[in-house]
């Protein structure tokens, strides 16, 4: 089936695989640097495929969307949190994760899940969105998963982002995009988003001296 597809659709499909594995990367790392470089290829993947979904579908503001996603979530974004991590110096603190194997097995059965919801869409048999559907919806959940199972703020941040990935993702590859309207809200929501991600890190930093939300816990029963 998949070698009878166009070249470019199977270069979509390669791509896709590619977010979702970054996705497990993410969920592997357990140094803040390492985390940060994972997102920023997760960002120049997703951006590809864009570009790529553009070509297919002749819609060209979604090229607009690729350099918006390259220039966001694969630039910018990375080097603030690099900047953030590297002044609060806590570039080379582990983020380690309790039960790492426990993690990435829960992982492995929420793709299998998200394949298994996708199977029975006989309308989209013979083309690649019921495989990028599933992928979304794992890039989505594997984000969810991150967020949960991390302990440091800038991880679960992170994750978050991972998980908007996965959200735009979906919407580029399985619906060849949203309004442009739309996409550049969902960018300058990001990017916003990205700026008090920063400011919050600086005070919980100053407050508690720890970027450990468990802490946050802690302080909370201390002044009970």
């Known amino acids: 089936m998949l070698a009878g597809l166009p070249i470019y659709q199977q270069a979509?499909?390669?791509?896709?695989?590619?977010?979702?594995?970054s996705s497990f990367t993410l969920?592997?790392?357990?140094?803040?640097?390492?985390?940060?470089h994972a997102f920023a290829w997760q960002g120049a993947l997703v951006a590809m495929t864009t570009a790529l979904v553009a070509f297919d579908s002749g819609k060209h503001h979604l090229y607009i969307s690729a350099?918006?996603?390259?220039?966001?979530?694969?630039l910018f974004i990375p080097w603030l949190l690099h900047r953030l991590v590297k002044k609060?110096?806590?570039d080379?603190?582990?983020?380690?994760?309790?039960?790492?194997a426990l993690v990435l097995m829960i992982a492995t059965a929420l793709v299998i899940f998200c394949y298994y919801v996708a199977q029975p869409i006989q309308q989209l048999e013979h083309s690649i969105t019921r495989n990028t559907i599933a992928i979304s919806m794992s890039v989505v959940l594997l984000g969810m998963?991150?967020?949960?199972?991390r302990n440091k703020a800038v991880s679960q941040v992170v994750g978050f982002m991972s998980l908007e990935n996965g959200l735009f993702f979906a919407?580029?590859?399985?619906?060849?995009?949203?309004?442009?309207?739309?996409?550049?809200?969902?960018?300058?929501?990001?990017?916003?988003?990205?700026?008090?991600?920063?400011?919050?890190f600086f005070?919980?930093?100053?407050?508690?001296?720890?970027?450990?939300?468990?802490?946050?816990?802690?302080?909370?029963?201390?002044?009970e």
Do not use: C
């Open 12 to 21: 979509i499909l390669l791509l896709a695989a590619l977010v979702l594995f």
């Open 27 to 36: 969920l592997a790392q357990t140094r803040v640097t390492a985390i940060i």
């Open 67 to 74: 350099a918006l996603t390259l220039s966001l979530k694969a």
């Open 88 to 90: 609060m110096r806590i």
């Open 92 to 100: 080379r603190v582990a983020h380690t994760v309790e039960h790492p």
């Open 145 to 149: 998963l991150m967020l949960v199972s």
């Open 171 to 200: 919407a580029v590859a399985a619906t060849h995009g949203m309004p442009m309207v739309v996409e550049l809200g969902v960018a300058f929501d990001v990017l916003v988003a990205a700026v008090i991600f920063g400011v919050f």
């Open 203 to 223: 005070h919980i930093k100053d407050s508690i001296d720890s970027l450990n939300v468990s802490e946050l816990n802690r302080l909370s029963e201390t002044d």
